[in-house]
């Protein structure tokens, strides 16, 4: 029903949000993109773009064909690949941050292993920060990371709030210094919380510090304190801090991708761009979840 070449440019003006630049990575003329996208809006009886002489934004219907095309368009390749015989060889060394491994990934992962099992997955687990290292020196292929909402490096996977997490029977004493649980530098999360807490004045102290996520969330369960997380992944046994104990908004964090482009060979770049199809489909889904939770 709906053509993979529209699918493919609705994609590209939704990440760009401008004709213009989607035609140039296209190599496609501004018109023809004007074209692709009128056609698919035909198709679908809706307008996707809200658009003027100075801006253009995804409508709601918009925002539901991003998950609708990816998924769409990596069925085709699938499909493609299995009917022409080709399939994706190669090594593909693959950085995932640890919050997203212990919970969407593992299934992401599963199916991109029996749809590609010529494919030699080696995965890494890093904070965040340590990922972008690795990637700008050529040892990773893709990263599936953290980034601030105000930065732009990357492809947007997901934006969700973070929040305070605990056991769902923990009292805090406000006349005491907060006890957190906190990863090491670099973590994303670790700088915001410290962030808004010297903001507000608000005195703390570390109950807690691990690079690895199982250990704090060990720690959060047993009573110890306080961490900031991903509001779509928080672990089973662990709820949101009540507003009523006065801890400073955290504000979001953006999950991205980041492509190690001209630094592999052109199989591992193939089996990135697979990879990050399917990871973008999962994080449309996780959006639309997300959604829902907070409304």
Same mark, same amino acid.
């Given at each position: 029903?709906?053509?993979?070449?529209?699918?493919?440019? #609705? $994609?590209?003006?939704?990440?760009?949000?401008?004709?213009?630049?989607?035609?140039? @990575?296209l190599g496609l003329r501004q018109s023809t993109v004007s074209q692709h996208i009128r056609r698919l809006e035909d198709a679908t009886g809706r307008p996707l773009f809200a658009r003027d002489t100075h801006r253009v934004e995804l409508t709601e219907d918009g925002e539901a064909m991003l998950g609708f +095309? !990816?998924?769409?368009?990596?069925?085709?390749? @699938?499909?493609?690949? #299995?009917?022409?015989?080709?399939?994706?060889?190669?090594?593909? /060394?693959f950085g995932a941050s640890e919050d997203f491994v212990l919970t969407r990934l593992p299934e992401i992962l599963e199916s991109f292993r029996r749809d590609h099992p010529e494919v030699d997955l080696e995965l890494t687990v890093e904070l965040s920060g340590t990922l972008h290292t690795r990637l700008a020196?050529?040892?990773?292929?893709?990263? *599936?990371?953290?980034? !601030?909402?105000?930065?732009?490096?990357?492809?947007?996977?997901?934006?969700?709030?973070?929040?305070?997490?605990?056991?769902?029977?923990? @009292? =805090?004493?406000?006349?005491?210094? *907060?006890?957190?649980? $906190?990863?090491?530098?670099?973590?994303?999360? /670790?700088? /915001?919380?410290?962030?808004?807490?010297?903001?507000?004045?608000?005195?703390?102290?570390?109950?807690?510090?691990?690079?690895?996520?199982?250990? =704090?969330?060990? %720690?959060?369960?047993?009573?110890?304190?306080?961490?900031?997380?991903?509001?779509?992944?928080?672990?089973?046994?662990?709820?949101?801090?009540?507003?009523?104990?006065?801890?400073?908004?955290?504000?979001?964090?953006?999950?991205?991708? *980041?492509?190690? /482009?001209?630094?592999?060979?052109?199989?591992?770049?193939?089996?990135?761009?697979? =990879?990050? %199809?399917?990871?973008?489909?999962?994080?449309?889904? =996780?959006?639309? *979840?997300?959604?829902?939770?907070? +409304?």
């Amino acid at each position: 029903m709906y053509d993979p070449g529209q699918l493919r440019t #609705f $994609l590209a003006v939704a990440q760009t949000l401008s004709f213009t630049q989607a035609a140039r @990575r296209l190599g496609l003329r501004q018109s023809t993109v004007s074209q692709h996208i009128r056609r698919l809006e035909d198709a679908t009886g809706r307008p996707l773009f809200a658009r003027d002489t100075h801006r253009v934004e995804l409508t709601e219907d918009g925002e539901a064909m991003l998950g609708f +095309a !990816r998924t769409i368009l990596a069925a085709h390749e @699938r499909a493609t690949a #299995f009917f022409t015989g080709t399939r994706l060889r190669g090594r593909l /060394r693959f950085g995932a941050s640890e919050d997203f491994v212990l919970t969407r990934l593992p299934e992401i992962l599963e199916s991109f292993r029996r749809d590609h099992p010529e494919v030699d997955l080696e995965l890494t687990v890093e904070l965040s920060g340590t990922l972008h290292t690795r990637l700008a020196a050529g040892r990773l292929d893709l990263v *599936l990371a953290k980034r !601030r909402p105000a930065d732009t490096h990357g492809e947007l996977v997901w934006r969700s709030a973070l929040d305070w997490i605990g056991a769902p029977r923990l @009292r =805090l004493d406000p006349d005491r210094p *907060l006890p957190l649980i $906190l990863f090491p530098p670099p973590a994303l999360t /670790r700088a /915001r919380a410290l962030e808004v807490l010297e903001t507000r004045g608000r005195s703390w102290r570390a109950a807690c510090t691990s690079a690895s996520l199982s250990g =704090l969330i060990a %720690a959060a369960r047993a009573g110890l304190g306080v961490m900031a997380h991903t509001r779509g992944l928080i672990p089973p046994g662990l709820v949101p801090v009540p507003a009523r104990a006065g801890l400073p908004e955290l504000g979001e964090v953006d999950f991205v991708l *980041l492509h190690g /482009r001209g630094r592999g060979h052109a199989a591992a770049q193939e089996a990135a761009d697979a =990879l990050a %199809a399917a990871i973008l489909a999962a994080g449309d889904q =996780l959006h639309r *979840l997300s959604s829902a939770t907070d +409304a």
